[in-house]
Structures are given as structure tokens and as C-alpha cells.
């Protein structure tokens, strides 16, 4: 489904400051996989996922999703089928517009722009429809603003609107880590729902290793930009949080330090 085949990243390459993101990066996903990504601080883990949504280029390396290159595709051309969730409750929507306004964007995501009604009855009733699922009474805000909703109902929406038109790949940029316990709590729900009955291929980078075993049928560390432990099926299932931090360090050589993977634990 999606293979990165010798990916390589740098940032201000050639100078005395010059950093590797990604490192000789080889990753294969299987259609409806849902891979968790975890790794310290500055492993490379958003970068990873930039790479695949276009926002970056990688210096070396491809990326074919479906059997089609899309290595050079500009980001803009990439979200009819690549949709992305981020950290920030902030970024996934339009503050200044009504929510019925933000779906309909996410509705006709890598659609040609043509003059027609703005939104349509059938349309609006498909909304409060999902909107309804989210469990959060929003079917029957849908002339508000989206900057009048809470952190957290912002995220549902962002997950809801990335995943309205079923995308080939979903991203996501630890969504539940700028949400209190509650909220974060209630989105990771939403998330388990929405790959598992959608059968979406999913990359999700998490510092939380629970909610990693919790939501993932596989689970990849990044260490320095490179890939140093892949685990999935019945091996996966057998581990818990010291398993993940052990074979980290066997696969590093040393310890998983981020404060949030200490009190995800």
C-alpha cells in the first residue's frame, strides 16, 4: 500500500549546523495497518510523516503509495489522498468559519473548484449525521463558529473532516497530546473507532507507548532517523510498556528518556 524506500532527510545541509531527519529510512504498510510510531524527541518521527504528506521532499529516496510514485508531488496534490491530523487542536480547522463551512472543504478535498451552491441540503444532513456519531451533541451546531468549540471538540472535528472523504493514508501528529486526560481519553476512543471500522492505513506518532500498544496493529521505534525496532501480530500482543522500552534499548543502545513516554507508563 504505502512503501518509503531509502529515504533521506537533511536540514541546512552542507553547513556547520547541518542536521539528518531521516536516515536511510525503508518502511512497507499494508493496506488497513495501523502503525504506531514512537521514538525520543527529535528521532525524526514528525519529519517522517511531513515527508509523506509533502511538506518536505526527501533528498534521496521514494515514496510509492498504491503502486504510484508520488515522491515529487506537491503536498497540495497529495491531500486528496493523504489526510492529516495535527498535535494542535488549532490547526486541523478554520476558527473563523461554521462548522457545516470546515466540512465542506474536507468533503470536496481534491475536487476541481467550480461556481455552485455553497452547501447542499443532502450535504448538511450528511454532516449532522456524522457529526451525531462524534457524541458530542455538535449535529445541531453546525451554523457556529468552530473557534466557539473546546480544544477537544475541535479535534473530533479535525479527525471527523480528515477522514470524511476516506483518504488512502491517515497521519496523525499525536493528536490527544495537547488535550487534558478526559478529552484525550474521549479523541483516543473517536480514533480507535475511526481506523478500525474504516479500515484506514494509519501512521500515528504517539509518545504514549500504552496508547501505542492500545490502538496499533504494529509498532515502529525511530532512533537518530532510522527505524530500529518493528513489531506486529502475535509478538506485539504479548508485549507490554518495559517489553517496548527494553527492545528499544537493545535496538539503540540506550534508554527512552522523553519525559511523556516516563509518565505514559
Keep these: 500500500m504505502l512503501k518509503l524506500d531509502g529515504l533521506w532527510k537533511y536540514f541546512n ?7 539528518v531527519a531521516l536516515r536511510n529510512l525503508s518502511l512497507e504498510i499494508g493496506p488497513g495497518e495501523a502503525v504506531m510510531v514512537v521514538g525520543s524527541n527529535g528521532a525524526g518521527k514528525s519529519t517522517l510523516l511531513n515527508v509523506i504528506a509533502g511538506v518536505f521532499p526527501p533528498d534521496q529516496g521514494s515514496i510509492t503509495l498504491a503502486g504510484t510514485d508520488i515522491t515529487s508531488r506537491r503536498e497540495y496534490r497529495r491531500a486528496a489522498f493523504v489526510a492529516r491530523v495535527f498535535q494542535d487542536p488549532l490547526a486541523g480547522t478554520a476558527a473563523s468559519m461554521t462548522l457545516e463551512e470546515n466540512l465542506v472543504l474536507a468533503l470536496r478535498r481534491g475536487e476541481s473548484r467550480r461556481l455552485r451552491r455553497a452547501i447542499r441540503a443532502r ?6 449525521e456524522r457529526l451525531a456519531s462524534l457524541g458530542l451533541g455538535l449535529e445541531n451546531r453546525l451554523i457556529e463558529k ?3 468549540l473546546s480544544g477537544g471538540q ?6 471527523l473532516m480528515a477522514t470524511l472523504k476516506e483518504p488512502r493514508v491517515l497521519l496523525l501528529d499525536e493528536p490527544t497530546a495537547a488535550l487534558d486526560p478526559k478529552t484525550a481519553s474521549l479523541v483516543t476512543s473517536l480514533i480507535q473507532r475511526i481506523i478500525t ?3 484506514l492505513t494509519t501512521l500515528m506518532v504517539t509518545h504514549d507507548l500504552k496508547q501505542a500498544l492500545e ?9 537518530a532517523g532510522q527505524i530500529v525496532m518493528d513489531v506486529a501480530g502475535e509478538e506485539m500482543a504479548a508485549m507490554d510498556v518495559d517489553d517496548l522500552l527494553l527492545l528499544f534499548e537493545k535496538g539503540s543502545g540506550r534508554r527512552l528518556t522523553t519525559d511523556r513516554v516516563v509518565l505514559a507508563q
Design 197 to 199: 471500522g474504516q479500515r
Design 215 to 223: 490502538l496499533g496493529s504494529r509498532i515502529v521505534m525511530m532512533d
Design 146 to 148: 468552530v473557534g466557539l
Design 154 to 159: 475541535r479535534q473530533a472535528v479535525a479527525l
Design 123 to 128: 450535504e448538511r444532513e450528511f454532516f449532522q
Design 13 to 19: 545541509r552542507n553547513t556547520i549546523n547541518e542536521m
